[in-house]
Nanobody, 116 residues
Framework: QVQLVESGGGLVQPGGSLRLSCAASDSIFNFNHMGWYRQAPGKERELVAAFITFGVSTRYADSVKGRFTISRDSAKKRVDLQMNSLRPEDTAVYYC?????????WGKGTLVTVSL
């Protein structure tokens, strides 16, 4: 069982930046999918950014392309999400998700609020 813990959320003004981190309890090798999702109030959870196909490629939601960057540090067992030029519509709970075969792991989420 892999534990995922998100951190870095908070309140930020429009145009500001935040960096989210997802710390894994186990090595992050051999996960075919490592990514960030978000869920805004009253909306479905959606993919924000992810490493796919064992980290060979990345995938971003159209709404965050050019503003968000996903990165990983295998030594620290961590996947980060750098979020720049934040907008009010980026407000949501952000979740870390890792997949290995049929196993699907989620963190508990961290709240990001973009507001004046």
């Amino acid at each position: 069982q892999v534990q995922l813990v998100e951190s870095g959320g908070g309140l930020v003004q429009p145009g500001g930046s935040l960096r989210l981190s997802c710390a894994a309890s186990d090595s992050i090798f051999n996960f075919n999918h490592m990514g960030w999702y978000r869920q805004a109030p009253g909306k479905e959870r959606e993919l924000v950014a992810a490493f796919i196909t064992f980290g060979v490629s990345t995938r971003y939601a159209d709404s965050v392309k050019g503003r968000f960057t996903i990165s990983r540090d295998s030594a620290k067992k961590r996947v980060d999400l750098q979020m720049n030029s934040l907008r009010p519509e980026d407000t949501a709970v952000y979740y870390c998700n890792f997949r290995r075969g049929a196993m699907d792991y989620w963190g508990k989420g961290t709240l990001v609020t973009v507001s004046l």
